[in-house]
């Protein structure tokens, strides 16, 4: 199943440091610049020369002997077939010819994208960590980590002071407006910041958990104090997308309690630990209540569905359309909200098919009346992938596309494990963050480290 060989074992510190720096300014979305009227990604374009260099400097035979975990691979590719089988067969506007070379442009560049993130991180990443770097890639990502929460806390604390912000929200949203007392450091959004500072927290626990005892000692108390860190700054950013992240994330880690605890008929143990999801659940509630933006989307989120229904899709578009809604919070949420709560009605109606296998790949980026919405005909994209995944490719493209991310851990994973990449999950499905990315290729090299393990014993 592995080649034991580690094709890049003999690089120095330099080099993993160079590796930490770029996996973590994945993240950052200040480095984005605009060329010819073209967002450009600047980790990205480090992480193409990354790619090169480590290619162009190896022997042919290094080459040959590059780790590839085929299962979780496999699982990446059906992925993508699925969705492509899926555009053809369910997507209405894709043979027509004004659409065509839209819809394919997009399957193309999604492809291109998320196969680039997978090269680097889940081969390229995969095969350069090994016992003897790992502690000072983990110190790289925690002394970023750190620079990032304090400057998004100095942020706050001089916007309370002065009432003028440092640094501006993310030129290409297009949103001027003041973010005001909310985190998002260089994160560029305060979703963005939620999002990467849950997984953040599911990153730590992963390494850190599967470290030597000897380096718990050392780290145990930078690793709480980060996570403190986080969890405070992630409930600052009062972002929409952190809530949606969170209870994704609940729902994920109770399926997988359930998983977990009935292969071991412990029906005792399940109530016991979904009770405690629930428990954790009240509290946050607690938090979110007493935090006025939140409760704004709760309360907006509760009156939505109610209308839903109780007279169905038809007059929920109708109601977060009016420009009586112009001034609450789903209102600029819309080109997430609206295939949710679209794919919510087919469960109403019973259309099975709708349920199982969507409206078709890429059909979500042209909701007429989200297009109205945003007075265009052109395609709008929502930022939340579950929205994409559910409206376009039903509960088989969610299915498939979770048992790619959980192939990722190794036989033996515990709870930990399972509920860490479950939030951290949630953050990709919430905002399509790839943050998820750099979680799998830790999951995945602990996979192997124990498959050698076993191999030796």
């Not at 405070?232 to 994920?252: E, N, R």
């Not at 994409?388 to 498939?400: E, F, S, V």
Request: proline share 1%; aromatic share 20%.
């Amino acid at each position: 199943m592995y080649k034991k060989n580690n094709f890049l074992k003999n690089k120095n510190d330099f080099f993993i440091i160079v590796f930490g720096i770029i996996i973590f300014s994945n993240e950052l979305n200040y480095f984005r610049f605009e060329i010819f009227d073209n967002i450009l990604f600047g980790p990205r374009i480090l992480m193409s020369f990354f790619i090169l260099y480590v290619f162009f400097s190896l022997p042919e035979k290094k080459i040959k002997n590059i780790i590839l975990i085929k299962k979780n691979l496999k699982y990446f590719l059906i992925f993508f077939i699925y969705i492509f089988i899926n555009l053809i067969l369910f997507n209405d506007y894709y043979l027509k010819s004004e659409f065509f070379f839209k819809f394919s442009k997009i399957l193309i560049y999604d492809f291109i994208k998320y196969s680039f993130l997978y090269i680097f991180f889940c081969i390229i990443g995969l095969n350069l960590i090994n016992k003897d770097n790992l502690k000072l890639l983990f110190k790289v990502i925690l002394i970023l980590s750190y620079i990032s929460i304090v400057v998004g806390l100095f942020f706050i604390v001089f916007y309370s002071i002065t009432e003028y912000e440092l640094i501006k929200r993310l030129f290409y949203y297009d949103d001027f407006s003041v973010v005001g007392l909310r985190f998002y450091s260089f994160f560029g959004e305060p979703r963005n910041a939620s999002v990467t500072l849950l997984s953040l927290v599911c990153l730590t626990v992963v390494i850190f958990k599967n470290l030597s005892t000897d380096l718990k000692k050392q780290f145990w108390p930078w690793i709480y104090i980060l996570i403190i860190l986080s969890l405070i700054s992630f409930f600052l950013t009062k972002s929409f997308t952190g809530l949606l992240t969170l209870i994704i994330g609940s729902l994920l880690s109770a399926i997988v309690i359930s998983v977990n605890e009935f292969k071991k008929a412990s029906f005792k143990r399940i109530f016991i630990l979904i009770l405690c999801v629930i428990v954790i659940l009240f509290l946050v509630y607690i938090v979110l209540f007493n935090i006025g933006r939140y409760y704004e989307y709760l309360v907006e989120f509760l009156r939505i569905f109610k209308i839903l229904i109780n007279t169905g899709i038809e007059n929920t578009i109708a109601d977060l359309t009016t420009t009586l809604r112009q001034h609450t919070r789903l209102y600029s949420q819309l080109k997430d909200v609206l295939p949710l709560l679209s794919y919510c009605s087919y469960f109403l109606e019973l259309d099975i098919l709708k349920i199982f296998f969507g409206n078709g790949s890429y059909t979500s980026y042209y909701v007429e009346s989200v297009s109205t919405f945003h007075n265009t005909t052109d395609f709008v994209a929502p930022h939340s992938f579950i929205s994409r995944i559910l409206y376009d490719n039903g509960l088989i493209g969610i299915l498939i596309l979770s048992t790619f991310v959980f192939s990722s851990l190794k036989k033996d994973s515990d709870l930990a494990d399972k509920i860490s990449l479950s939030f951290c999950f949630a953050g990709f499905l919430a905002l399509n963050s790839t943050f998820l990315f750099i979680l799998l290729m830790f999951n995945l090299y602990f996979k192997k480290t124990a498959y050698e393990n076993k191999n030796k014993s």
